[in-house]
């Protein structure tokens, strides 16, 4: 069955600190990874799409890394800043789309 | 960035009414368009997958007949609500593919938010 987990479910962390959220899938055949950010009513907006070949890929303080091998992709967020509070929605495309539960994020001043 | 609209962005309606929920894409031809459901502080829960000019595939438990889809262009599908009822109040979201099952990039449109009293 195919499935995506997240780790945490959710976090809280003081502004200015890194973070780091977990996705595991078991989802075969493997096409490709996408992190969402969605602020609470909101739709999710894509922060990074990864392919099987690509090991890390940055935008701005998100960095999003995939280990195909051991089916494991992280979402990295650097120097928190308010506006990062959100939650983050890891996807993965195999012959359909597999939806994370999400990390509910919430930064702190 | 592609742009998906959804309107209206926020609708109450009374208990037995259908509401319709439009998506569109703005600047691009979605050949795929996805209606998702959302609940207070859950992920988003797939309910269908509609291709333009076919019948949309419907997610287990999800009711064909109480949400009907329609993707008769390649910028607009709509949802219908029909006879809703209070455990319908949701947050609707819709995302549109350029490519056929939604392979590339997906754009997800702001959600729609149903009370139904």
């Known amino acids: 069955k195919n499935q995506v987990e997240q780790s945490p479910q959710s976090l809280i962390i003081l502004e200015g600190k890194n973070c780091t959220l977990q996705?595991?899938?078991?989802?075969?055949?493997?096409?490709?990874l996408r992190w969402y950010k969605q602020d609470t009513g909101r739709g999710p907006v894509s922060l990074t799409i990864m392919t099987f070949s690509e090991n890390t890929k940055s935008n701005g303080r998100y960095t999003a890394t995939l280990d195909a091998d051991t089916k494991q992709s992280s979402l990295h967020i650097t120097a928190s800043q308010l506006s990062d509070s959100a939650s983050y929605i890891c996807v993965v495309r195999g012959n359909m789309l597999t939806f994370g539960g999400g990390t509910r994020l919430m930064v702190k001043p | 960035g592609a742009v998906v609209s959804q309107h209206p962005s926020w609708v109450i309606c009374k208990s037995g009414t259908s509401v319709k929920i439009e998506c569109r894409s703005l600047?691009?031809?979605?050949?795929?368009m996805f209606w998702y459901r959302q609940f207070p502080k859950q992920s988003l829960m797939l309910m269908a997958t509609?291709?333009?000019?076919?019948?949309?595939?419907?997610e287990q438990g999800v009711e064909k007949d109480k949400f009907l889809i329609n993707h008769a262009s390649l910028t607009l599908s709509t949802l219908t609500v029909t006879s809703a009822h209070p455990e319908d109040s949701s947050f609707y979201i819709c995302?549109?593919?350029?490519?056929?099952?939604?392979?590339?990039?997906?754009?997800f449109g702001e959600g729609s938010r149903l009370t139904v009293l």
């Open positions: 600047d691009f031809q979605a050949t795929t």
């Open positions: 509609s291709n333009e000019g076919s019948k949309a595939t419907y």
């Open positions: 995302s549109a593919s350029q490519l056929a099952g939604g392979t590339g990039e997906l754009f």
């Open positions: 996705c595991n899938y078991t989802v075969s055949p493997f096409s490709n």
